[in-house]
Structures are given as structure tokens and as C-alpha cells.
């Protein structure tokens, strides 16, 4: 199962995610999201745990728990909404005379 963590502090690193996580279960993967132009954390990341049960053990435990200084936010991950995406860029007025 693939669990959404939110509201990390930006100094947490991937194994300190791993670590809190570690004792509700097995965690096969912690991974934390970064900006892509500054590298820096975006403040939220996911955690991979194959055995269920303990997957919602630990968002259970893990959910409001403090983390850094920080109240975490925790739930089973959704899947990625298609489309939408990008943007940003500029629409062109067409002058009227």
C-alpha cells in the first residue's frame, strides 16, 4: 500500500521518514517529493508498506503524530489525477479594432 505522509518539516530526510515508519511495519520504500528547479523538499512524501494490515496500523498511528515539530498529515495515497498539469503559460489578446 502506498501511504501519503503531509506536513513534514523540510530538514526531514528520506530515512528519518523510513525510520518512523519502521516501527508499525515493514516499509519497503520511503521516498520524499523535492522541487524540481530547487532540489528542496516540497514538504510531503510517500511510503510503500506491502503488508496491509500494517500499512493501516501505521497510518492509524502515524496520523497527527509529531514528526520534527510537525503534525503529520497521513492516509492511504490516491492515485494521480490525469490531465490537468503544467500551465503557466500565457494567453494572447487578440486586438480588436
Known sequence: ????????????????????FTAHGTVDS????????????????F???????????AIQAMNGKELQGRSLTVNEARPRESGGGGGGGQHRQQDRW
Not at 520511503?30 to 512524501?45: E, I, K, P, T
Open 1 to 20: 500500500m502506498r501511504i501519503y505522509v503531509g506536513n513534514l518539516s523540510f530538514d526531514t530526510t528520506e530515512s528519518d521518514l523510513e525510520s518512523a
Open 47 to 57: 511510503v510503500e508498506m506491502s503488508n496491509n494490515s500494517e500499512a493501516e496500523a
Open 30 to 45: 520511503a521516498n520524499l517529493v523535492s522541487d524540481r528547479y530547487s532540489g528542496r523538499s516540497r514538504g510531503f512524501g
